[in-house]
């Protein structure tokens, strides 16, 4: 009797065409749409004044590293797993792409519209070090009703939109709480607009929120060790077991509404 080995039978078309319809074996990922050559060119070609259309695109693994975008319209597509290091995606219009497992080192996402996008666990370091060299920018980038997770540690967010974004590690991002959370340690988030964002668990120590909006924010057990709150907004937010060790409040609004005080970690240590 002749018996195929696993691996053959995998590798044979005809036996992956037996195990999916079987329903045994995992459907393979569609290719993307169009090749890193073709994208190249509809770049190359670009009219600054006229951005190159790629919306609802499936741009899955393609490596489009170093590229200049040139505020290109990528509505809705889906990006997972693409290399986008070093790439230059500034007033780029990303709104409900799918940006989940990309490579956004030293990234710019600049003035770029990413409002309701899905980032989660980005590859945003070469190292565990976490180099300025390689933090990506977010300077006013909207990522209003965004789903965020992961490593974003010195990245640079001044001045941009994260109303209503969910960063907490369970819940709206599907990732299951007290195993990870998002790391926004050393970020700049000054002037950011934070309002109503769930920040739970986010560790925030030594992050720059001076006059952040952070009101009706949810910072529940977030780690705001020595983080620059300085004429932030906090009307309204939830400080329940969060970690204030030598966090800076001076000049902090709305800060007699802020809900959980009492059950703050090190409220003795804060900087008023």
Same mark, same amino acid.
């Not at 951005?51 to 899955?60: A, E, F, K, T, Y």
């Not at 986008?84 to 490579?103: F, G, H, Y």
């Not at 720059?208 to 977030?222: E, T, Y």
């Given at each position: 009797?002749?018996?195929?080995?696993?691996?053959?039978?995998?590798?044979? /078309?005809?036996?992956?065409?037996? $195990?999916?319809?079987?329903?045994?074996?995992?459907? $393979?990922?569609?290719?993307?749409?169009?090749?890193?050559?073709?994208?190249?060119?509809?770049?190359?070609?670009?009219?600054?004044?006229?951005?190159?259309?790629?919306?609802?695109?499936?741009?899955?693994?393609?490596?489009?590293?170093?590229?200049?975008? /040139?505020? !290109? /319209?990528?509505?809705?597509?889906?990006?997972?797993?693409?290399?986008?290091?070093?790439?230059?995606?500034?007033?780029?219009?990303?709104? #409900?792409?799918?940006?989940?497992? &990309?490579?956004?080192?030293? &990234?710019?996402?600049?003035?770029?519209? $990413?409002?309701?996008?899905?980032?989660?666990?980005?590859?945003?370091?070469?190292?565990?070090?976490?180099?300025?060299?390689?933090? +990506?920018?977010?300077?006013? !980038?909207?990522?209003?009703?965004?789903?965020?997770?992961?490593?974003?540690?010195?990245? =640079?967010?001044?001045? !941009?939109?994260?109303?209503?974004? *969910?960063?907490?590690?369970?819940?709206?991002?599907?990732?299951?709480?007290?195993?990870?959370? *998002?790391?926004?340690?050393?970020?700049?988030?000054?002037? #950011?607009? @934070?309002?109503?964002? %769930?920040?739970?668990?986010?560790?925030?120590?030594?992050?720059?929120?001076?006059?952040? =909006?952070?009101?009706? +924010?949810?910072?529940? /057990?977030?780690? @705001?060790?020595?983080?620059?709150?300085?004429?932030?907004?906090?009307?309204?937010?939830?400080?329940?077991?969060? %970690?204030? %060790?030598?966090?800076?409040?001076?000049? &902090?609004?709305?800060?007699?509404?802020?809900?959980?005080?009492?059950?703050?970690?090190?409220?003795?240590?804060?900087?008023?």
């Amino acid at each position: 009797m002749f018996v195929i080995s696993r691996m053959r039978f995998w590798r044979s /078309k005809r036996g992956i065409a037996v $195990l999916l319809l079987a329903g045994l074996a995992p459907a $393979l990922a569609p290719a993307a749409d169009i090749t890193v050559h073709q994208l190249v060119e509809r770049l190359y070609r670009a009219d600054p004044a006229k951005p190159v259309d790629m919306s609802h695109l499936n741009l899955r693994n393609l490596d489009m590293s170093g590229l200049d975008f /040139k505020g !290109a /319209k990528l509505i809705g597509s889906d990006l997972f797993g693409a290399d986008l290091s070093r790439a230059d995606l500034s007033r780029a219009d990303l709104s #409900a792409a799918r940006l989940d497992r &990309v490579v956004i080192i030293g &990234v710019r996402f600049d003035d770029a519209n $990413l409002a309701g996008v899905s980032l989660l666990r980005p590859s945003a370091f070469s190292t565990l070090a976490a180099p300025q060299s390689e933090a +990506a920018s977010f300077v006013r !980038a909207d990522l209003s009703g965004s789903r965020i997770f992961g490593r974003f540690n010195r990245a =640079n967010l001044s001045g !941009a939109n994260l109303a209503g974004a *969910t960063l907490a590690p369970f819940g709206r991002t599907g990732f299951i709480e007290h195993i990870w959370r *998002t790391e926004l340690m050393g970020a700049n988030l000054s002037r #950011a607009t @934070l309002a109503g964002a %769930d920040l739970t668990q986010t560790l925030l120590a030594f992050a720059n929120l001076r006059g952040a =909006n952070l009101s009706g +924010a949810v910072l529940r /057990k977030a780690d @705001l060790s020595r983080a620059d709150l300085t004429g932030a907004d906090l009307t309204g937010a939830d400080l329940s077991e969060a %970690d204030l %060790d030598g966090t800076i409040l001076v000049d &902090v609004r709305g800060l007699d509404t802020v809900q959980g005080l009492a059950s703050a970690h090190n409220v003795q240590t804060i900087v008023r």
